[in-house]
């Protein structure tokens, strides 16, 4: 970990402004690279091995922060780190909070993440293992919703999160804020084929089940075999609010399962579904 120097002073210097751009999507593509703010998400990320590029102090807070970083400095996440310092005022240009700690820090992509061929070779990884189990979001595109959903997968013993190719953006800032340090250590992957997916842990063992009512969906809690003595790589699978699941994906899926609600209401949010659907699975 290396300190520059020099106290960035102006708004428009070109680190602030290159930070500023990570959050738009299409920049964090080209750089592989996403930012976030906060002294505990930068401890998660650093205990789990995530490469840190750079990280953006705010000077009246820089000395404590260098103090708390300083038994860390020597870790493999933090060795090609370097540290800027910049004043309060650009600081606050950069810094995505309303109440920031004093810290953005800038991270590669993690490599338990994938997409492409990447995402091939790790959905051939986890089908091959029956035991794994694993939450598909198919179009779930606010990042809120995928940021809640990460953190209740990894709550619940989720092995996997596997996305539709039009699923929100997971280094979106909203999403890591809501996945609150969960995102650094859950293997996610992104997908252009979803039912294709979906096949290929059927054909290994896994049991996939469309959150969805129709006439032959099982009620989540009933006796039902798949409940009271459920494969240990049981699956769901979680649409989006409005338009549910597709047809394409309900039809790869073994079945669907619905949650048994209040009438009147017509749906629960995708990620309290999602939390559900997973807190059953493993008290089953």
Request: aromatic share 4%.
């Amino acid at each position: 970990m290396r300190v520059a120097q020099e106290i960035i002073t102006s708004r428009q210097n070109r680190l602030v402004v290159e930070v500023g751009k990570l959050d738009d999507r299409k920049a964090r593509m080209d750089e592989k690279c996403f930012r976030f703010d906060g002294v505990k998400l930068l401890r998660e990320a650093v205990a789990n091995g995530i490469r840190i590029e750079k990280l953006l102090l705010a000077e009246s807070r820089s000395a404590q922060i260098l103090a708390d970083l300083e038994s860390a400095k020597n870790a493999p996440a933090l060795k090609d780190a370097v540290v800027y310092i910049l004043s309060d005022d650009a600081f606050s240009k950069v810094s995505g909070e309303q109440a920031p700690e004093g810290v953005v820090t800038v991270a590669r992509f993690p490599s338990l993440h994938g997409r492409g061929d990447e995402a091939t070779a790790l959905i051939s990884e986890i089908s091959a293992s029956p035991e794994k189990r694993v939450l598909l979001l198919e179009s779930v595109r606010d990042p809120g919703n995928v940021g809640t959903i990460l953190r209740s997968a990894a709550a619940f013993g989720v092995d996997c999160v596997i996305l539709s190719a039009d699923c929100a953006d997971i280094y979106h800032p909203r999403t890591v804020r809501a996945a609150m340090g969960t995102l650094f250590a859950l293997p996610i992957i992104r997908v252009d084929d979803l039912p294709g997916s979906i096949r290929a842990l059927r054909e290994e063992g896994h049991i996939v089940l469309a959150a969805a009512l129709d006439d032959t969906a099982l009620r989540l809690g009933s006796d039902d075999p798949v409940f009271c003595a459920p494969a240990k790589g049981l699956c769901a699978v979680i649409g989006n609010e409005g338009h549910g699941i597709p047809e394409a994906v309900s039809a790869a899926c073994n079945g669907s399962v619905y949650i048994p609600i209040r009438e009147g209401v017509e749906s629960l949010n995708a990620a309290v579904a999602a939390a559900v659907l997973m807190w059953e699975v493993r008290r089953a």
